[in-house]
């Protein structure tokens, strides 16, 4: 009696835990995360584009960074845009280089809306998140 429950231990402790190991998978699998949109900064002196295309954008002069400008105003990392549930938002990052978001220093995280002007030393980028 005690080999036959050892056997049917043997085979079914793995299938268990496979089992298991589905149901706990399958929400996860099933989510879908929100869309980009189309969101993308502009350079308000040069007109380059930089499209937003990760939920987390990184600018700064360091070469990690997403998006680099080779200046002496800009710090290593001095900002990082953030896709959320309810829109894009700027946070600063502990960097001498002041950030401004329509002439404001920005102190935590502000949501963006288009038409944002987001200020790095001497640069300015527009913020453009048309849906469509």
């Not at 894009?88 to 002041?98: F, P, R």
């Amino acid at each position: 009696m005690l080999e036959f429950v050892l056997r049917i231990s043997h085979y079914s402790l793995p299938v268990l835990a496979v089992a298991v190991l589905l149901l706990c998978l399958s929400p996860l699998l099933k989510r879908k995360p929100p869309s980009l949109g189309k969101a993308r900064l502009i350079n308000a002196s040069g007109g380059d584009e930089y499209p937003l295309v990760s939920r987390e954008t990184s600018i700064g002069s360091h070469k990690n960074c997403d998006i680099i400008f080779d200046s002496a105003d800009i710090s290593r990392v001095c900002a990082v845009i953030i896709c959320a549930k309810s829109g894009w938002y700027i946070t600063k990052v502990k960097s001498a280089t002041e950030v401004k978001v329509n002439g404001k220093v920005l102190e935590k995280k502000e949501l963006l809306k288009t038409n944002d002007k987001i200020s790095f030393g001497n640069i300015t980028l527009i913020f453009d998140n048309k849906q469509g």
